[in-house]
């Protein structure tokens, strides 16, 4: 049974952080590319960053770059967003995907809120 188990999340003040995590269990996780979405209320989906499945570059939403580092460690088949400089608009829930080829897997989410 495939599993991406999103934590992390939380209640955060402007200029503050956090540090998303992602566990994965059923898939190899190793091969596939992984990636953090967010949606906040009223808008679409979009992706905030990506990690390949080897090596590679990392890929940032421009409203992040500088501020969001995403990694992974194949050995605990997890991936993590740190965020930081967090900012109001940076409110939405968090979503973790996992894709290789036309197979995606997605996360049930965890909210981040940045308000004082």
């Known amino acids: 049974q495939v599993q991406l188990v999103e934590s992390g999340g939380g209640l955060v003040q402007p200029g503050g952080s956090l540090r998303l995590s992602c566990a994965a269990s059923?898939?190899?996780?190793?091969?596939?590319?992984m990636s953090w979405y967010r949606q906040a209320p009223g808008k679409e989906r979009e992706l905030v960053a990506r990690i390949p499945s080897a090596t590679g570059s990392t890929n940032y939403a421009d409203s992040v770059k500088e501020r969001f580092t995403i990694s992974r460690d194949n050995a605990k088949n997890t991936v993590y967003l740190q965020m930081t400089s967090l900012k109001p608009e940076d409110t939405a829930v968090y979503y973790c995907?996992?894709?290789?080829?036309?197979?995606?897997?997605w996360g049930q989410g965890t909210p981040v809120t940045v308000s004082s």
């Open positions: 995907n996992g894709r290789l080829g036309f197979l995606t897997y």
């Open positions: 059923g898939f190899t996780f190793s091969r596939y590319a």
